[in-house]
T-cell receptor, first 113, second 112 residues
Framework: GAGVSQSPRYKVTKRGQDVALRCDPI?????LYWYRQALGQGPEFLTY????????KSGLPNDRFSAERPEGSISTLTIQRTEQRDSAMYRC???????????FGEGSWLTVV | GESVGLHLPTLSVQEGDNSIINCAYS??????FIWYKQESGKGPQFIID?????DKRQGQRVTVLLNKTVKHLSLQIAATQPGDSAVYFC???????????FGAGTRLFVKA
C-alpha cells in the first residue's frame, strides 16, 4: 500500500485479555519494526524483522509480548494477559532495506482497563 | 543506556522567524541521523537525514547540521510557519544496524 497501515487504530481491553495488533508495511519494504510510544516521549524500539525473520526482539518488555511476520509482509504484535501498564501507542514502521529511513504508520492506541 | 535527546524542551518562535532545534546524541558509533516531525495524533514523519561523512545537508526550508566532535545535531527551519508546529525528534542509527534510537523530542510552537 501507499503507507504503513495499522489496525485497530483504537483498542480498549480488559486486564488479563490478549490483544493482537496488526501492521501492513509499505509494499516492497523488507524491514519491519515495532515501537511503543508513551505521551511526550520518542518511540521506543520493541522488535524488528527482515522479511519473515525476527532479527532482534530485545526491546520486548517481557514474555507476554510476541511478534510474528510469517510471510514477510503483514506482522502481528500480540500481548498476552494484558496489564494496565501495557497501555500505550504501538507504532509499526517499515523501511526498504535494513538501516534505511523508517516510515511510520498512524499507530494503534491500546488502553487496558 | 542508549540515549538521544534526554528531555522534551519547548521552543516558541514567531511566524516568519528561523527555528533551531538541537539534539545531543551519546553514541560515537552512530553514523546516520534522522529528523522526524510528529503532529498531534499522527505518526512521526521523516523530514531530513544526514550521514556522518557530511556536516550539513539542506532540504526545502530545512537544514540539518552535524557536529561529530561534540556529538550534536541541529535542525534549522527557515521562515517558520504555523504548520511547522509539532514535536520534532532526532534519531540515530549505527552502521549496518537497524535499531533507530529516538530522543524524547522538542515541541515547537509557532506564534502567528
Amino acid at each position: 500500500g501507499a503507507g504503513v497501515s495499522q489496525s485497530p487504530r483504537y483498542k480498549v481491553t480488559k486486564r488479563g485479555q490478549d490483544v493482537a495488533l496488526r501492521c501492513d508495511p509499505i509494499s516492497g519494504h523488507v524491514s519491519l519494526y515495532w515501537y511503543r510510544q508513551a505521551l511526550g516521549q520518542g518511540p521506543e524500539f520493541l522488535t524488528y524483522f527482515n522479511y519473515e525473520a525476527q532479527q532482534d526482539k530485545s526491546g520486548l518488555p517481557n514474555d507476554r509480548f510476541s511478534a510474528e511476520r510469517p510471510e514477510g509482509s503483514i506482522s502481528t504484535l500480540t500481548i498476552q494477559r494484558t496489564e494496565q501498564r501495557d497501555s500505550a501507542m504501538y507504532r509499526c514502521a517499515s523501511s526498504l532495506a535494513p538501516g534505511n529511513t523508517i516510515y511510520f504508520g498512524e499507530g494503534s492506541w491500546l488502553t487496558v482497563v | 543506556g542508549e540515549s538521544v535527546g534526554l528531555h522534551l524542551p519547548t521552543l516558541s518562535v514567531q511566524e516568519g522567524d528561523n527555528s533551531i532545534i538541537n539534539c545531543a546524541y551519546s553514541n560515537s558509533a552512530s553514523d546516520y541521523f534522522i529528523w522526524y516531525k510528529q503532529e498531534s495524533g499522527k505518526g512521526p514523519q521523516f523530514i531530513i537525514d544526514i550521514r556522518s561523512n557530511m556536516d550539513k545537508r539542506q532540504g526545502q526550508r530545512v537544514t540539518v547540521l552535524l557536529n561529530k566532535t561534540v556529538k550534536h545535531l541541529s535542525l534549522q527551519i527557515a521562515a517558520t510557519q504555523p504548520g511547522d508546529s509539532a514535536v520534532y525528534f532526532c534519531a540515530e542509527n549505527r552502521s549496518g544496524g537497524f535499531k533507530t534510537i529516538f530522543g524524547a523530542g522538542t515541541r515547537l510552537f509557532v506564534k502567528a
